[in-house]
């Protein structure tokens, strides 16, 4: 089976830098995505890792240890737009395989 | 990127009746598609993988016989919730990736409510 833990809830000020860390066993491993949603709408991609090392995409960074199964997303210079729920997600498989999503952290952006 | 559009976004049925769901992929074709479904501050949770021209794969725990699926082409994919009633109100969404292979694209998500 698959487990992604991250945490349930985080709130961070305006401007400020946020991390989000998320840990995962898995049978099988081909990547660690990140997704966001805003209540009531679709998750949208953030971010893949599949080797070691940092992706940075503007103001979103993503990291990933596959010797350690943990992986982070790092959000730089917050906005109160960035208010949302953020999935780390991981599929066992390459191919037509589905993603399996962590519970969610809900970030709150504060004036 | 890739679009995928689901419909309807929102629907309220009265409880024994049936609910179909549509998920089309707009601009490339998706062999695979995935539905899940999402209570209220939880997380995304698969509910089955669905194969053009071939049955759909169930997660353990969902009833295949409530939730129909069909993939009869390579870009829809339908979700109907039979004889609906109301713990099955929830978030219903659908997915599937891009040519890459590594970005998920969703549907806009249907929000039904049994009655």
């Known amino acids: 089976g698959q487990s992604l833990e991250q945490p349930s809830e985080v709130t961070a000020v305006e401007g400020a830098i946020v991390q989000i860390n998320c840990t995962y066993q898995?049978?099988?491993?081909?990547?660690l995505s990140w997704y966001q949603q805003h209540d009531g709408g679709a998750p949208t991609f953030l971010s893949y890792?599949?080797?070691?090392g940092l992706e940075e995409t503007g103001r979103f960074s993503s990291f990933l240890s596959r010797s350690d199964s943990y992986g982070y997303l790092l959000l730089q210079e917050l906005q109160m737009k960035d208010s949302a729920s953020y999935f780390c997600a991981v599929r066992k498989l390459s191919g037509n395989t589905p993603l399996v999503f962590g519970k969610g952290t809900r970030l709150s952006v504060i004036a | 990127g890739a679009v995928v559009s689901q419909h309807p976004s929102w629907v309220i049925c009265k409880s024994g009746t049936s609910v179909k769901i549509e998920c089309r992929s707009l601009d490339f074709q998706a062999t695979t598609m995935f539905w899940y479904r999402q209570f209220p501050k939880q997380s995304l949770m698969l509910m089955a993988t669905?194969?053009?021209?071939?049955?759909?794969?169930?997660e353990q725990g969902v009833e295949k016989d409530k939730f129909l699926i069909n993939h009869a082409s390579l870009t829809l994919s339908t979700l109907t919730v039979t004889s609906a009633h109301p713990e099955d109100s929830s978030f219903y969404i659908c997915?599937?990736?891009?040519?890459?292979?590594?970005?998920?694209?969703f549907g806009q998500g249907t929000r039904l409510t049994v009655v």
């Open positions: 898995t049978s099988g491993f081909y990547g």
């Open positions: 890792n599949a080797l070691d």
């Open positions: 997915s599937a990736f891009g040519q890459g292979g590594t970005e998920a694209f």
């Open positions: 669905s194969n053009e021209g071939s049955k759909a794969t169930y």
